[in-house]
């Protein structure tokens, strides 16, 4: 078993940056591939990043590519989301996930509880 908690979310205006954490408990985090999703409201919820459990690889979606960058600490047990550039599209509850390097969301074992992310136009 694992637990994901987030954290970092927040209001911001366009613009501005976030950094979103998230600590994971139980499993072995460090054999794990982790990845960032986010839901709007009414919306599917969708693939934003995605690390492997070395680190070394990453991968994004098209509408954040260039602005968000995933990385993670395994000595701490934490991986992160850092957004710059961010707009009022971006706005969504944040969600962490492990046991899976992937697009899909359905390969994931552990979810987080999700933190809430609204860029202000």
């Known amino acids: 078993q694992a637990q994901l908690v987030e954290s970092g979310g927040g209001l911001v205006q366009a613009g501005g940056s976030l950094r979103l954490s998230c600590v994971a408990t139980?499993?072995?985090?460090?054999?794990?591939?982790m990845g960032w999703f986010r839901q709007a409201p009414g919306k599917e919820r969708e693939f934003v990043a995605a690390?492997?459990?070395?680190?070394?690889?990453?991968y994004y979606a098209d509408s954040v590519k260039g602005r968000f960058t995933i990385s993670r600490d395994n000595a701490k047990k934490t991986v992160y989301l850092r957004m710059n550039s961010l707009k009022p599209e971006d706005t969504a509850v944040y969600y962490c996930?492990?046991?899976?390097?992937?697009?899909?969301?359905?390969?994931?074992?552990?979810w987080g509880q999700g933190t809430q992310v609204t860029v202000s136009s």
């Open positions: 996930a492990q046991g899976a390097t992937s697009r899909d969301r359905y390969e994931y074992d552990y």
């Open positions: 139980g499993r072995t985090f460090r054999n794990d591939g």
């Open positions: 690390i492997t459990w070395s680190g070394y690889s990453t």
